[in-house]
Every structure is written in C-alpha cells, then in structure tokens.
C-alpha cells in the first residue's frame, strides 16, 4: 500500500475468456447532481454512473471538466481535487479542489476519452448543469427502511430518504452491500458473502 503495509498472504483467482466482442459505446445513465438542480450544497461531490464497466484509468481531468460561469456568461474552468472510481467499476465521484461558490452555475463535460473495460469511448461529449444555493453541506437523512428489523433471506431492502448521493458505503453486517449479498450459516448463525447482489441509489432511495 501507499503506507508501506504488506498483504497478509498469497490472493490468487481465476478467469476464463470468451469469443464475444463488443464494440457498443459506453453511456451515461444517470448523473449527480442532477442536470438542472438548483439549491446544491456547496461541499456535494460530482457523480455519473455508466452503462457498463469502465476503464476507470480513463477518469481523469483531462477529461472530466468542471467549468463555472462568471458574470458575463463564459465558462471558466473549475480544478478537480480527486477523481475516485465506484467500486462497481460504473461510476466516479470527483470533488473540486474548493468547495462550489454559492448562488453559481456549473457545468461538467464528459469528454469522449472516456472508454469502457472494452476500449470503447463515448460517442460524444456529455454534459450537465447546476445552480448551487447557500448551504454548505447537506447531511443525508434515512426516513425509512424497509422492511423493518427483521431476519432477511432473499428480500429486497429499501432505504429511502433525502439527500442521497449516486453511490456511496452501505454495508450489512460488516460486509460492503454494493459487492456481496449474505447467506446464513447455522450455526454459529453468521452472514458470509454468498454472491453479487444488484444495489442502486437515487438522491432518495437506496
């Protein structure tokens, strides 16, 4: 690691290829904050998620652009702080190098650079746009889960609320439920990771 920390052991795994091929362009499926929001809190990250894996070394600032526009409309480049992957390998989250201004509009573009897993680049250049309005930081609020407390076996949970971002650290019972779902072992009645299961967000529900 960046820290000089060893791996515990050995991980090996295996994989098999295939005949297929693709040759599909990746698309944008949905993006944060939404295009046209307006009251966005100034320390809000940017986030859109793709139709397919990435090549997320592709997510970079010389193409993912954040732009502010000044007093006489033009567009000024905004630096990026960080670009980060999702962990799904669909998705990026970036922050500016500042927080957002208030009472601004913003502009981001997706540059065609940007390729999938399969070295297909976006067919065109995408962007979006938001207004911000004063509040620094806007803190997510979990109003219901459904079902309630109970055992789960193939049930599906649903976490609504406000203020969500696109993807973000949800775990159930220590495990990240955006990689593994759970089955119950007896005894000694303990959740291991049996298998993927499909997580999505939406600025409120999960």
Do not use: H
Not at 43 to 70: C, G, H, R, W, Y
Not at 74 to 97: E, H
Not at 119 to 139: D, P, V
Request: charged share 15%.
């Amino acid at each position: 690691s960046t820290t000089g920390t060893n791996l515990e052991r050995e991980r090996v795994w295996t994989f098999t290829t295939g005949s297929e091929t693709d040759s599909t362009p990746p698309t944008v499926v949905i993006v944060y904050p939404a295009d046209s929001a307006v009251n966005v809190c100034l320390a809000k990250p940017i986030q859109a998620i793709f139709s397919e894996e990435m090549d997320v070394t592709t997510f970079t600032v010389t193409n993912i652009i954040l732009e502010k526009q000044d007093a006489t409309g033009a567009w000024v480049g905004v630096v990026l702080g960080s670009i980060t992957p999702g962990t799904d390998f669909k998705s990026f989250t970036a922050y500016p190098a500042a927080p957002f201004d208030a009472n601004s509009i913003y502009r981001v573009r997706l540059l065609p650079g940007i390729a999938d897993s399969c070295g297909n680049y976006l067919a065109s250049e995408y962007q979006w746009s938001f207004t911000t309005g004063t509040t620094f930081e806007c803190t997510p609020l979990i109003t219901a889960v459904n079902p309630g407390a109970d055992y789960y076996s193939e049930q599906e949970i649903v976490i609504t609320g406000n203020d969500f971002t696109l993807t973000g650290d949800v775990y159930f019972n220590n495990f990240a439920a955006d990689r593994n779902c759970f089955q119950l072992v007896t005894p000694p009645y303990s959740y291991v990771v049996n298998n993927q299961c499909g997580v999505s967000w939406s600025e409120t529900e999960i």
